[in-house]
């Protein structure tokens, strides 16, 4: 470790600084050392006792509490692949083929990573070499949450444009990293569901199976469908409770069935690239309140949002989708994995305590309000969580504003007295 | 007001091209575009801009109307009442506005349909009402006049570039009065052929160009440092 620190700043350093050769990378240099030593310099004015953990740490803890999500992810898109072939069933979906999977799963989920980080990172790099500042770690985070929440088909020159545009629009117009409105993986993944609906629709997961099925090349297992569990409930939406589609739907969320409650829980129903887990979400979520990253508030408030939402309909219940279970809702399609990496996004969350019960609360109420409510959006979660990026500075607003007028109350009854 | 306007204004007498008059025309192509600086007209510029052949078709009836606006307001400058002016230029303006509706109607009966009834707002758009107010009742039809070819064409550029980014990313295709759209990526290209591509929706929807619009003003804005204000 010595011998490296020692080559870096004596041989490589130089060229980058003062009038080296390579001044011009200097950013680029920065950054990538920053990587891998701690930077050398320490405070000179103001308070000096600092917490050792900055951005570059905070964000690889995000990405280490991500990692549960993105192994189970990789592993499933495998399991799916082969229980949509029919070379498994479900009795010993967990034992078989294991490595198998892994490959599969890999082969969809390495590309989708490699082609967002290099887009991502590839206009940080020019925007900071432009502006003259240093590149900021806000992509990291970003970058790997993109893959885990895109559909495991899509077009990588997709992924490389809705990137594109997330960091240029929703990031760096905003000023950069710390800057921004909305949760720039959203905004990738907001910007695909309305720039090409139909590879994000949740109707077609395996793509290249269902091509060959179509094509009439492939037998498909049976009773597979493609559909993830939300592009199926849409179906029933307008249906009558008790008529033949809903029943039918319906009888693939009971126990037994293909999106039954464990089978939900644990993720092994076809979906985004990580979203499907519960679990792993959780586990996740364990990791970030442990060490402080994540907030608690907004985590826990955001599925009792969702939880009430359910309860909700199910007095409702005027369409079979309104009648599954609300602890069923919430841990269907992206709501656990929206609830801990998205929603808590410390830059575009609320900032203060109770805006934080209240922005958490209604992000998971309106979660599974529109998912319930409008088909053509399956995926509710996104939508919630934008609007209520939107809604946090109001919110912010009423809280502080609240607490002035509360102080103030006091203090002039103080006064009185 | 009407008798100090016309004291005020009575400079020696200047050739129509000189220097000042030429900065009526170049103005508002950059430095006070009225879509990009002074933030007017917003409205048709989001809604008419998913076709290039809409937006020509907006760009001439609003060059025809501010022209005609100008003009007739700068002439009748000095007769109008000052409290009933904003009346008498929306007299104006809706005639002008009529004319070309009925004209549109006539000739090019589907580009009227498509810009439904944002031939007839027009009347409310605010860059021709604005340079009525602040130009045309001050000055002489032929300073006029230039003044209203440079808003129109200022207003013009910003609805083109918008309408030809929308177009060739949402539609894959390019269009223009007369010659219709012509779809220029081969066929087997797109997703639904066994191909690769996929036309971009988001930009047929309006948020688009606004987005579009407001990376117009990003690239402007870096290149004029004259427009960032100070804070």
Same mark, same amino acid.
């Given at each position: 470790?010595?011998a490296?620190?020692?080559?870096?700043?004596?041989?490589?350093?130089?060229?980058?600084?003062?009038?080296?050769?390579?001044?011009?990378?200097?950013?680029?240099?920065?950054?990538?050392e920053?990587?891998?030593?701690?930077?050398g310099?320490t405070?000179?004015k103001?308070?000096?006792?600092?917490?050792?953990?900055?951005?570059?740490?905070?964000?690889?803890?995000?990405?280490?509490?991500?990692?549960?999500?993105?192994l189970?992810?990789?592993?499933n898109?495998?399991?799916?692949?082969?229980?949509s072939?029919?070379?498994i069933?479900?009795?010993?979906?967990?034992?078989a083929?294991?490595?198998?999977?892994?490959?599969v799963?890999?082969?969809?989920?390495v590309?989708l990573?490699?082609?967002s980080?290099?887009?991502?990172?590839?206009?940080?790099?020019?925007?900071?070499?432009?502006n003259?500042?240093?590149?900021?770690e806000?992509f990291?985070?970003?970058?790997?949450l993109?893959?885990?929440i895109?559909?495991?088909?899509v077009?990588?020159?997709?992924v490389?444009v809705?990137?594109?545009?997330?960091?240029m629009?929703?990031?760096?117009?905003?000023?950069?990293?710390?800057?921004?409105?909305?949760?720039?993986?959203?905004t990738?993944r907001?910007?695909?569901f309305?720039?090409y609906?139909?590879?994000?629709?949740?109707?077609?997961?395996?793509?290249?199976?269902?091509?060959?099925?179509a094509?009439?090349?492939?037998q498909?297992?049976?009773?597979?469908?493609?559909a993830?569990?939300?592009g199926?409930l849409?179906?029933?939406?307008?249906?009558?409770?008790?008529?033949e589609?809903?029943?039918g739907?319906?009888?693939?969320f009971?126990?037994?069935?293909?999106?039954?409650?464990m089978?939900c829980?644990?993720?092994?129903?076809?979906g985004?690239?990580?979203?499907?887990?519960?679990l792993?979400a959780l586990?996740?979520?364990a990791?970030l309140?442990?060490?402080?990253?994540?907030?608690?508030?907004?985590?826990?408030?955001?599925i009792?949002?969702?939880?009430?939402?359910?309860?909700?309909?199910?007095?409702?219940?005027?369409?079979?989708?309104?009648?599954i279970?609300?602890v069923h809702?919430?841990?269907?399609?992206?709501?656990?994995?929206?609830a801990?990496?998205m929603?808590?996004?410390?830059?575009s969350?609320?900032q203060?305590?109770?805006?934080?019960?209240?922005y958490?609360?209604?992000?998971?109420l309106f979660?599974?309000?529109?998912?319930v409510?409008?088909?053509a959006?399956?995926?509710?979660?996104?939508?919630a969580?934008l609007?209520?990026?939107?809604?946090?500075?109001?919110?912010?607003?009423?809280?502080?504003?609240?607490?002035?007028?509360?102080?103030?109350?006091r203090?002039?009854?103080?006064?009185?007295? | 007001?009407?008798?100090?306007?016309?004291i005020?204004?009575e400079p020696k007498?200047?050739s129509?091209?000189?220097?000042?008059n030429?900065?009526?025309?170049?103005?508002?192509l950059?430095?006070?575009?009225?879509?990009?600086?002074?933030v007017?007209?917003?409205?048709?510029?989001?809604a008419?801009?998913?076709?290039?052949?809409?937006? $020509?078709?907006? %760009?001439? +009836?609003v060059l /025809?109307?501010m022209i @005609?606006?100008?003009?007739?307001?700068?002439?009748?400058?000095?007769?109008?009442?000052?409290?009933?002016?904003?009346?008498?230029?929306?007299v104006v303006?809706?005639?002008?506005v009529i004319?070309?509706?009925?004209?549109?109607?006539?000739?090019?009966?589907?580009?009227s349909?498509k810009?439904?009834?944002?031939?007839?707002l027009?009347?409310?758009?605010?860059?021709i009402m604005?340079?009525?107010?602040?130009f045309a009742?001050?000055?002489?039809?032929?300073?006029?006049?230039?003044?209203?070819v440079?808003?129109?064409?200022?207003?013009?550029?910003?609805?083109?570039?918008v309408?030809?980014?929308r177009? $060739?990313l949402g %539609?894959? +295709?390019?269009? /223009?009065?007369?010659? @219709?759209?012509?779809k220029?990526l081969?066929?087997?290209?797109?997703m639904?052929?066994?191909g690769?591509?996929?036309?971009?929706?988001?930009m047929?929807?309006?948020?688009?160009?606004?987005?579009?619009?407001?990376?117009?003003?990003?690239i402007?804005?870096s290149?004029n440092?004259?427009?960032?204000?100070?804070?």
């Amino acid at each position: 470790m010595k011998a490296l620190h020692k080559l870096i700043e004596e041989r490589v350093k130089p060229n980058f600084t003062g009038d080296g050769k390579l001044k011009r990378f200097w950013v680029v240099f920065d950054s990538l050392e920053t990587f891998l030593f701690t930077p050398g310099h320490t405070t000179s004015k103001g308070v000096h006792v600092r917490d050792g953990i900055d951005l570059k740490r905070t964000m690889f803890l995000v990405i280490v509490a991500m990692l549960p999500a993105l192994l189970f992810g990789t592993w499933n898109i495998g399991h799916q692949y082969y229980l949509s072939l029919g070379d498994i069933t479900t009795a010993d979906a967990w034992s078989a083929m294991f490595l198998d999977k892994i490959l599969v799963g890999a082969i969809k989920v390495v590309p989708l990573i490699v082609v967002s980080y290099a887009t991502g990172l590839g206009i940080e790099f020019i925007i900071a070499g432009i502006n003259g500042h240093s590149i900021n770690e806000g992509f990291l985070v970003s970058g790997m949450l993109i893959p885990l929440i895109m559909p495991v088909d899509v077009p990588l020159w997709m992924v490389a444009v809705a990137t594109a545009f997330a960091v240029m629009i929703a990031k760096e117009v905003f000023g950069g990293t710390g800057m921004n409105i909305l949760n720039v993986a959203l905004t990738a993944r907001a910007f695909l569901f309305f720039a090409y609906p139909k590879q994000m629709s949740g109707e077609i997961w395996i793509h290249n199976v269902m091509g060959s099925k179509a094509a009439g090349t492939l037998q498909m297992a049976d009773g597979y469908t493609g559909a993830t569990a939300l592009g199926q409930l849409a179906n029933t939406v307008g249906q009558p409770v008790n008529g033949e589609v809903s029943a039918g739907v319906m009888s693939m969320f009971a126990d037994g069935g293909m999106f039954s409650f464990m089978n939900c829980f644990i993720g092994t129903i076809p979906g985004s690239v990580a979203e499907t887990s519960a679990l792993a979400a959780l586990i996740g979520a364990a990791l970030l309140i442990w060490t402080g990253i994540g907030s608690w508030r907004i985590i826990s408030s955001f599925i009792v949002g969702g939880l009430v939402m359910g309860v909700i309909f199910n007095a409702l219940g005027l369409n079979a989708y309104m009648t599954i279970g609300p602890v069923h809702q919430v841990v269907m399609g992206g709501f656990m994995f929206g609830a801990v990496f998205m929603a808590t996004d410390p830059v575009s969350a609320a900032q203060t305590n109770t805006g934080k019960w209240v922005y958490g609360f209604l992000g998971g109420l309106f979660s599974i309000m529109i998912r319930v409510f409008n088909p053509a959006y399956p995926e509710g979660v996104m939508m919630a969580i934008l609007f209520m990026n939107v809604m946090a500075p109001t919110i912010d607003h009423y809280v502080i504003e609240g607490n002035i007028r509360r102080r103030e109350k006091r203090m002039t009854q103080a006064a009185i007295a | 007001m009407s008798t100090e306007t016309s004291i005020a204004l009575e400079p020696k007498r200047e050739s129509l091209f000189s220097k000042k008059n030429r900065k009526l025309l170049t103005d508002p192509l950059d430095d006070s575009n009225p879509i990009t600086v002074q933030v007017l007209g917003i409205c048709s510029a989001l809604a008419i801009t998913v076709q290039v052949q809409q937006a $020509v078709i907006m %760009s001439l +009836a609003v060059l /025809f109307v501010m022209i @005609g606006g100008n003009v007739i307001v700068s002439m009748m400058r000095n007769i109008i009442p000052d409290r009933i002016r904003i009346i008498v230029q929306l007299v104006v303006i809706a005639s002008l506005v009529i004319i070309v509706d009925e004209v549109l109607k006539a000739y090019s009966p589907d580009i009227s349909e498509k810009l439904s009834v944002f031939v007839g707002l027009i009347i409310t758009n605010c860059i021709i009402m604005g340079r009525l107010e602040a130009f045309a009742l001050g000055n002489k039809p032929g300073p006029a006049m230039l003044d209203a070819v440079g808003n129109a064409m200022g207003y013009a550029w910003i609805l083109l570039a918008v309408a030809f980014v929308r177009e $060739v990313l949402g %539609s894959g +295709a390019i269009s /223009f009065p007369g010659i @219709g759209q012509v779809k220029f990526l081969p066929e087997s290209w797109f997703m639904a052929n066994g191909g690769f591509y996929e036309n971009n929706n988001l930009m047929i929807l309006p948020p688009m160009a606004l987005i579009t619009v407001g990376v117009i003003i990003w690239i402007q804005r870096s290149r004029n440092r004259s427009l960032i204000e100070e804070n």
